[in-house]
């Protein structure tokens, strides 16, 4: 390595501005053409881009406030990767929003400099989880939809979102079996385990709506090749947490809500257009003033 003493690795950042994440690492959309598609209206791309990562960036967050918190060790570290691996989409996905929206926001302006309102994730990413079985409850939900919209957007006539998309689809696939496997586990296991899946499923019910709600800015971009209209998502979804569920003895309905509702803390339900338009529950300030915190009182930090 060249170093005497491992740890002065760890200073040996002359080039790099923030050394504690991401250096050393191949950027792994090199050679990716960066330019926005003939015709596309940069607002909205941009917009899109936002949404999908701040999916991934707030629902990051809540799992890694599991680690140290996960029944087993293996848990632990894949609850880690899972949590790395929407953290790095995330980062791409705001800097392409940055990109296309030219008006010199980066990736940590984005998720540093935003109030809530200014959020665009779905309100399933930022439920907080009552227990072990509502991690991955919601974590199989959430992978299962993403896996399925990443899958479509690898087609899309942006080649960023598209290279995005390609490497996002091997990662959820992991994430999604990772879920998958502990939601059979529990639900088929004792009748302790199988009453809190149950549970568990049932909480994240009302969640499912809002994912294959189409809002205009991916109704307009699918019409012209750049986004994935999220209502064509639903039958590979619920032919997914069918085939779960059923593993898992518990009854093969596949969690659902009407489309025009999101929910609340405790479980209630409201009617709104929830998270993709700036609606969100009281969650989403909670971690936004945790994550937030050393950035806004560092204002242009670096670390």
């Known amino acids: 390595m060249g170093f005497d003493v ?34 596309a209206d940069r607002e ?5 881009c936002l949404m999908l990562g701040d999916d991934a960036l707030i629902m990051s967050h809540r799992l890694q406030q599991w680690v140290t918190r996960a029944p087993e060790l293996e848990d632990e570290l894949a609850l880690a990767n899972i949590g ?4 790095g989409q995330a980062r791409l996905l705001l800097t392409r929003a940055g990109q296309v929206e030219g008006a010199g926001r980066d990736e940590d302006a984005l998720a540093y400099q935003r109030g809530a ?17 509502h991690l991955v409850a919601r974590l199989l939900v959430f992978a299962t939809w993403r896996l399925a919209l990443f899958d479509r957007l690898a087609a899309t006539r ?10 996002g689809v091997k990662e959820l696939t992991y994430h999604r079996e990772w879920a998958a496997q502990w939601v059979v586990r529990l639900g088929d296991g004792t009748a302790l385990s199988h009453e809190r899946m149950r549970a568990a499923a049932d909480a994240v019910a009302p969640l499912t ?3 294959f709600r189409p809002h205009p800015v991916e109704s307009d971009l699918a019409a012209d090749g750049l986004a994935v209209d999220p209502a064509g998502l639903r039958g590979e979804f619920d032919a997914v947490l069918t085939q779960v569920l059923t593993a898992a003895t518990l009854t093969g309905t596949v969690p659902t809500a009407p489309a025009g509702v999101a929910a609340a803390p405790g479980g209630a339900v409201y009617s709104g257009a929830a998270g993709r338009h700036g609606e969100h529950t009281p969650a989403l300030a909670e971690i936004l003033d945790e994550m937030q915190a050393l950035a806004r009182s560092v204002p242009g930090g670096a670390w």
């Open 84 to 87: 790395l691996d929407l953290l």
């Open 117 to 133: 309102p200014e959020f665009r994730n779905v309100c399933l990413a930022e439920r907080a989880d009552d227990d072990f079985a």
């Open 6 to 39: 491992a740890y002065e690795a760890l200073t040996d950042h002359e080039d790099d501005a923030r050394w504690a994440y991401g250096t050393g690492f191949a950027d792994p959309l090199s050679g990716v053409d960066t330019a926005v598609p003939d015709g």
């Open 209 to 211: 709506g809002e994912l």
């Open 158 to 167: 942006d080649p960023m979102l598209a290279a995005i998309a390609a490497k």
């Open 44 to 48: 909205r791309l941009a917009a899109y």
